[in-house]
T-cell receptor, first 108, second 113 residues
């Protein structure tokens, strides 16, 4: 059975802090790993990773995949209150299996 | 505007009364799927479809049916809803079958009493 585990489940930081969110996985036919951001609505796409060691960046967010150790991290630098959300990791094989998510709260 | 639409957005129904939640996308996407989201359990895939007339079970298919007769539509059918199907449901679509990059609809809040 495919499995995705995210940590921590919850994180509270102050504006300006840097955070690292973790995602480990066990999946049979890995094709890609995806990160989504979910505020109080539908998830929105952040990154798709297919190759180890290649960092994807978008503004203050970045992510990298390690296919040997079966994990990915999502970094957010200089956090802002607008970054407060649940961050979801998912693996595609071609079913899509999600982790439980990390609830990030950024306080002013 | 490129989007995934779901209807209805909110539904309260009673046990055993058949219902259908519609999902439509206007992006000519091949891959479509349905998820339910429950507190403490996260998002779980119910069914997915990689093309017209091709559907496969996700992690929690019991109690649900789907069909993919046209590329743009992927309805979710609950033949005999039960209270444990009370949940937030999302439909999503993806441009291809390779990447898994999904665009989500706005969600349908279903309550079964």
């Amino acid at each position: 059975e495919d499995k995705v585990v995210q940590s921590p489940l919850s994180l509270v930081v102050h504006e300006g802090d840097t955070v690292t969110l973790n995602c480990s996985y066990e999946v049979t036919n890995f094709r890609s790993l995806l990160w989504y951001k979910q505020e109080k609505k539908a998830p929105t796409f952040l990154f798709m990773l297919t190759s180890s060691g290649i960092e994807k960046k978008s503004g203050r967010l970045s992510s990298i995949l390690d296919k040997k150790e079966l994990f990915s991290i999502l970094n957010i630098t200089a956090t802002q209150t607008g970054d407060s959300a649940v961050y979801l990791c998912a693996v595609y094989d071609p079913r899509l299996t999600f982790g439980e998510g990390t609830q990030l709260t950024v306080n002013p | 505007e490129a989007q995934v639409t779901q209807n209805p957005r909110y539904l309260i129904t009673v046990t055993g009364k058949k219902l259908t939640v519609t999902c439509s996308q206007n992006m000519n996407h091949e891959y479509m799927s349905w998820y339910r989201q429950d507190p403490g359990l996260g998002l779980r895939q119910i069914y997915y479809s990689m093309n017209v007339e091709v559907t496969d079970k996700g992690d929690v298919p019991e109690g649900y049916k789907v069909s993919r007769k046209e590329k743009r539509n992927f309805p979710l059918i609950l033949e005999s809803p039960s209270p444990n199907q009370t949940s937030l449901y999302f439909c999503a679509s993806s441009i291809d079958r390779v990447s898994g990059e999904q665009y989500f609809g706005p969600g349908t809040r279903l309550t079964v009493t």
